[in-house]
């Protein structure tokens, strides 16, 4: 990690270990679709839940990931960086800090980072262009302590 992230419950400090997630698109027809994308964005909450159980579990019970103190991940939102349409709440429903993801390299990265995320959507989930422009698209971070991922999604709060 190479910048410090001021959570709600803690700051962690550069060099600090954590949990890069990654939420696989998979192909689904219902993408097709404004609709069918809800469908499909619906499924994915599901399955990513149950990701985060499994994680927290294996953060809990590995001894290779005992040294892990926060999950993060980065993710693209249509309404700008403050991610005001859906999926800009949903990391917040789960229980997620939402914070601002520096665009590397300032507009000229931005540019090329949003023309790369626009290429997974239209490759995975063409549905969810529909109407859209490449200007809407923007990026956040979604944090979370150690001790948040584990009372949220393993149950039970970790003793030290």
Do not use: K
Request: with cysteine; hydrophobic share 40%.
């Amino acid at each position: 990690m190479g910048r410090p992230a001021a959570l709600q419950d803690g700051t962690l400090p550069p060099g600090t270990v954590i949990v890069e997630l990654h939420l696989c698109n998979e192909r689904d027809p219902d993408a097709v679709t404004r609709d069918g994308a809800a469908r499909w964005a619906t499924r994915m909450l599901v399955r990513y839940r149950r990701s985060c159980r499994e994680i927290a579990r294996r953060m809990r019970e590995d001894p290779d990931l005992h040294a892990v103190q926060g999950v993060r991940g980065v993710t693209a939102v249509f309404g700008g960086a403050s991610g005001h349409g859906g999926a800009g709440r949903l990391p917040i429903h789960l229980g997620f800090q939402v914070l601002p993801h520096p665009a590397p390299l300032g507009a000229f990265g931005l540019f090329f980072q949003r023309l790369y995320a626009w290429g997974l959507l239209a490759a995975y989930t063409p549905g969810s262009l529909l109407g859209r422009r490449l200007g809407e698209l923007g990026f956040i971070e979604v944090w979370m302590t150690r001790a948040a991922f584990l009372e949220r999604f393993a149950g039970t709060a970790e003793t030290p």
